[in-house]
């Protein structure tokens, strides 16, 4: 095995892979990166229980320069902090012996142990099945809307992730912990497949935002147990949650009785006034009262303190007047995902769920569970 | 109590304060800041088991207003984090009744409980004694050159911080752990002391270095067994480490075999591919080959893989062939404290301290021990 290529770029591929490796793997050689250098491609292949990452870095770009095929399995750890230390543009990397790879530059020189490939589990990618194709950006920006509301350790195990699905020909991406929900409506482009639904784990998603670019678009194909993201050249598979996500459709309320227009920057600032930091980093329970032309926000954290401010800068369509109670840093966590200069708070009573949303992003909605005061 | 004041001003004495409070402290009254108004200032103040700051804030700016004067104590975790979520660029502060402080913006309140001040220990800060005035910027760089070399969990106790003394007149900043010394001579400003000896704990002087502004300068006074830091409007007071600091300038050697001129950013990116990483973040061993025009670098880490290079870059003084090894780390915690575009590597043989230094900048010695190779 023998082969050049540009420092940077193969940096970013070993980086994509080494992500997702688990140090304390039972599997030894699964603490390793499979190097597959064919006659016109390098491959690079990790994995952990969940997730598996193929990423190929192709001839005629990336200054690839095959001069012999092979394979071994690399310690992608120690590979990146050399690369990272080197200051050459291309590297050449050459398997000397059966454990031993040569790293070089012009100059520097280094020789690294490597495991023993043959021991690597045979990994199946899997890129055929009902798939849909979204833009990389919108997709990127969707996860980190939506993935607010879950809890990653969730005992509902379907819900310790979000939900892909389908509905009149749109593309839908939900979070829930069960007392608030993220919902996010995607266009699909190109053809709309008859069927698609599926839930991805948490940690998933976190490499999947970080996998994402900020160009092109992504496929995801649904193939049994199994979900695919084939991003540019990179393919990440995922296992899914296994389970019937509820029908969150059923709790999106329709009807309110007012909705208070505000600027989301300062209701912001409002909340987080009122979020007073406790001692155990607890949630806060913000009360908020309309009357009339002002809001007055309330909150109290036993043995520190309390807090009031009364806020005009709204405007009002319907009832004028409502008194209800939320934790302050589920509100704050789906204010903050609004990129909209203003937002819609909507209210039907204290004890029915806040709808947030946004007339300048109608494909974004945010729904909060009331507290009950005492 | 009464008294309002520039918010901006008020976060960054409090944070001074904050900064070394212990918040596991067995004193409770210790995890509070005592605010004092006078009738012309505020003043606050805060202290663990080896260092006290009182910090001041003056009548005639800051916005300051006193309406009336009082003492409280507030724990100041919380007051930090609720001035930093208002948005007001002044704050009244106003003791109600004796458990309460009330913190208010133009539109916004906060209620805050408060600790009893009455419980708080009397501090004295000495300002008077021997002592020293210099420049806060060239405190500063020397403290953070020289710390380097700072075990702070030296067992030698005297070690385990910075020796501060006088010689011919200049300021001596002298760090050392046993295997390194790192050295910095320093201007003194106004009159020179008859005498000036003492031993700063590692963990004041990384909240010294946090206290010192880019302008102005810095009186250091030495009473008994406390070393007090008067810094613009802080006093910043500190144990010392008990001990007589062994004689580093038996160690210096001055003359040598061969001087070796590189550049400081070529020769630290030389040292740092050498720096291979290894499992348990040990050191590695640098092994420096000099033989005619060319240095050969090594490095071996077992289990992971080896390093060689070769560099011509340099000038030469003296005998053309040295065989030395060195920690790596020590080698380039050195090479960072240099601001200097080029430095000195001077040597004697394989057994005796290599020094580093440069003519741009005379007042500072890094000097380490070699290791013997196998």
Redesign the interface.
């Known amino acids: 095995m023998f082969f050049s290529v540009n420092r940077l770029i193969f940096i970013e591929e070993i980086n994509k892979c080494n992500r997702i490796i688990d140090p304390k793997t039972p599997t030894p050689s699964l603490a390793g990166i499979l190097l597959e250098v064919e006659a016109d491609k390098v491959s690079l292949i990790s994995s952990n229980t969940s997730m598996s990452i193929k990423t190929t870095i192709d001839m005629g770009s990336n200054d690839l320069l095959i001069k012999q095929t092979g394979t071994i399995l690399i ?1 992608g ?2 590979f990146l ?2 690369l990272r ?3 050459d543009e291309i590297i050449n990397i050459s398997s000397v012996e059966d454990n ?1 790879v040569m790293l070089s530059g012009e ?7 490597i495991l023993n490939y043959t021991d690597y589990p045979s990994l199946a990618f899997r890129e055929k099945g009902d798939n849909v194709n979204v833009n990389n950006i919108e997709l990127k920006k969707s996860l980190n809307q939506t993935i607010i509301s879950v809890n990653e350790w969730n005992q509902k195990i379907v819900l310790a992730g979000l939900n892909f699905s389908l509905d009149n020909s749109m593309f839908y991406i939900t979070g829930t912990d069960g007392f608030r929900v993220s919902r996010k409506r995607t266009q699909i482009l190109g053809d709309v497949p008859e069927k698609f639904e599926t839930n991805i784990p948490h940690k998933s998603i976190l490499e999947i935002i970080k996998l994402l670019p900020e160009k092109g678009e992504c496929k995801i194909v649904s193939v049994d147990s199994h979900v695919t993201f084939i991003i540019n050249n990179t393919i990440f598979q995922t296992i899914i949650l296994e389970g019937q996500f509820p029908n969150v459709n059923a709790v999106f309320p329709t009807d309110f009785n007012t909705t208070l227009y505000v600027e989301n920057k300062k209701f912001f ?1 409002l909340i ?2 009122a ?3 406790s001692e155990d980093n607890a949630s806060t329970v913000v009360n908020l009262i309309l009357n009339d032309d002002s809001i007055f926000i309330k909150s109290n954290i036993h ?9 005009k800068e709204f405007e009002i369509k319907g009832l004028d007047e409502q008194n209800i109670c939320f934790n302050s840093k589920y509100l704050i966590d789906s204010l903050r995902t609004f990129e909209t200069k203003n937002i819609e708070i909507n209210l039907i009573d204290s004890k029915k769920p806040i709808v947030i949303s946004s007339s300048e992003d109608v494909n974004l909605s945010q729904i909060i569970l009331p507290m009950f005061s005492n």
């Not at 100059?107 to 142990?113: A, G, Q, V, W, Y």
């Open positions: 310690r750890k120690y902090e050399i230390r080197m200051d031993l100059k520097s020189e280094f020789s690294l142990n600032k987080s006034r979020d007073i930091p043995q520190i303190g309390s807090f009031e401010e009364v806020f």
